[in-house]
């Protein structure tokens, strides 16, 4: 058990004007869960990225069973019994659950027995408690099946260590409970776990020992029984954290958002919001509970214009604004914070200063009649960064190549930059805006709505974390099937009757 | 001339006769652009290929008067053409649509420029005999139709079979249809990507080519410039309307084979309310109208192989 069976040794990796990883040491024994935490831009993804093959080192020493190797792909780490559940999932939608877990294993024949692979991997799978049915094509499954089904691929190559990179964060609670218990049972077989993560209740409640990075260096490794959050908070950020918010009294200015009776139907016609109906005022942040895929995105994007309703009305300030366009939206002050980052959220190949005004590009501060002006963008860009604690090498260095957090940072800086010092009447509509962000970040995201608040802005915002619902929202509403099943004063609310109802048994 | 009164049997039976002769020209190339487009490489080239594939087993069942001779020639000549397809977009990573495009200008070119003296001089060959299948033949309607034609329509029934087994059996079917999904990830896992897209786009090729051989071994008697008359694209479309999966494509294939014996049907039984040229049109309609129709994002977004017609580069 004392083994080391990984021992990294001062790894060193450097990105185009970023040291990601700054001679970071890093040791792994046998049947442990090993916590690797850090804030966003850390350097966690990275070091795992080399461990696993994907990056090469700039130099550092990587030992299994205590001798000394080279990774130069996947491959070679999977052979050394290395593999690794990234960030977003790699597997092919199209294929089954079996196609997906064979895929690559020498374990097969030329002609394959997919029942008998079938078979195995049910086996496999309950062994572990992952529930999942192996022959289902893999677009069908829920984001926490398709983690088992990644987790699957690496027990079924006989994996013994085994990288998890933010799994929590795509999961529900139940789902989550779920995933520890499975990884006790693989640790408790002898599987090493390598858990990332930046959230302080999971390092405590899964891990055995914890490694903290912070900007690329190790700060400390530590017996988790031997510590808790708010020391280890100090040591992911630097400096302490609060963990409970105070709010000011609320002050009600007045209607901004009314919305009556609005259905969406999806692109085959199903009905995904079956008639929803609330007012928000000025000066009031709800958040809005619930498993995903139960409306939340459908109604998210009614409000911001994104969708067609195809009944009800949408009111802004009194003006009507049914079916406007998402610029129409924007400009009567409804801000939308998207779900994807990627995609939706940015644009991948532009850079930082340029993701920061797509929306403002007709700004007359930084358009001319025919050029954009350049200088007035960059400071525009360099004093966002610099508010919002953008970890980055310049502003001009394309989206892409941003950690996770990072990169929610910046399309939070592009949506509120430009209204944190306005007068209110606004209406943010977030879509689980904490998602990927460390400690620090969330406290910046959590008081920034407090204060947006505090000035008059109505808040919506979705989220699957109940804790964060409750700490700052004034009202809590509860989403089951298209519908507002529960709407619930934030002071009187309590976590079991909201998982009850997030989960469809009881109306309040 | 007044209409001639044939029993609807003998009719059915003749429609379906040219059901199957037109539809397994079109099966062969469908199963082998199906192959080819699994592994992510689109190969518009198809009617070049046939073209020239024709042309080969046509100049070499003169020469031997052996058919099997002259399908591996058609088969070799798909597969050399398409061999040019797949160094251009695996290995120097160009524009598929445009590389495709380029060998069907090819291969029609070429075929138009080796066979003129063969389409001057009026060489004739004997269409290859049909084989009788004993008992199944007896069957009526599909007994002549399907089960009474020449070796090659049966090797079309064989390769659906075949290609359906190898596609989700078998472990390269599964390397080749993950690399046709997500080359990146089937790299990391091993799979040689370059390798797998070289040999599914030849043996497509090859099978384009033998497609070929069926046209004109088995229903034209000579050679002549635009003997292919766009079957290739018919069988794009088919690729299509199959979802990618060779088993729907033995009933697309005989589909789009029944919609074009209707002129020659109508005609035998003097129905001529609707202008032939009309019929003639109609395979290329409903190729055009499948391609609007199944090009709808939202069935492309779930049958189409997601990494279609995208050069695959490894990156470090
Ligand atoms: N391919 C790349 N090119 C350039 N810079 C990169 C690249 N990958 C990561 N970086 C940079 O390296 C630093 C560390 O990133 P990394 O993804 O390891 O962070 P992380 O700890 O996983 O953060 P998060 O919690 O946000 O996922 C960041 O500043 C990031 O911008
Ligand atoms: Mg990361």
Redesign the interface.
Known sequence: MDENVLEMVDIVKVFPGVIANDRVNFSLKAGEIHALLGENGAGKTTLMNILYG?Y?MDSGVIKVDGRKVTIR???DA?KLGIGMVHQNF?L????TVV?NV???SEK?????D?KKSGEEIKNLASSFGLKVDPFSEV?KLSMGERQRVEILKLLYKNVRIMILDEPTAVLTPQEKRELFSSLREMSSKGKSIIFITHKLDEVLEISDRVTVLRRGKNVATKVTKETNKIELANLMIGRPIIFEYSKNPQKLSGLVLKVENVRVLD??GNVRLKGVSFSLNGGEIVGVAGIAGNGQKELAEAITGLKRVSSGKIFVRGKDLTNASPKKFFDNGVLFIPEERLGVGTAPNLSIAENLILKSYDNKLFSGPVFLNFDAIQKFAEKLVKDFEILCSSVNVPVKFLSGGNLQKVVLARELGNIINNAGGNVIVAMYPTRGLDVGATEYVRKLFLKMRDEGNAIIFFSEDLEEILSISDRVFVMFDGRIVGEIDSSEADVEKIGLMMAGSVAS | MEAIKVDPLTILTTMFILMVQEGSILLVATLGEIFTERSGILNLGVEGLICFGALSSFIVYYLTGNWIIATLAAASAGLMLSLIHAFVSITLKANQTVSGLAITILGLGLSSFIGRPIALSRIRIDPLESVRVPLLSEIPVIGPSFFNQNPLVYFSYIMVIVLWFILY????G??L??VG??PS??D????NVFLTRYVATSVGGALCGISGALLILGYYPSWYDGITAGRGWIAVALVIFSSWNPLYAFFGAYFFGLVGTLNATFQSIGFRAIPTDFFRTLPYLLTILVLIIFSST?FRR??M??SLGKPYTRE?
Do not use: V
Request: proline share 7%.
């Open positions: 994907i090469r792909s996947p491959r999977i790699k092919i939608p199209a294929h196609e064979i895929l690559g097969n024949g030329f002609i394959l997919l677009w692109e085959e | 059996k078998t472990r390269f599964l390397n249809r993950s999904e997500n990830m089937a990391s896992l091993g799979i939202r779930r049958k192989p997601a470090l």
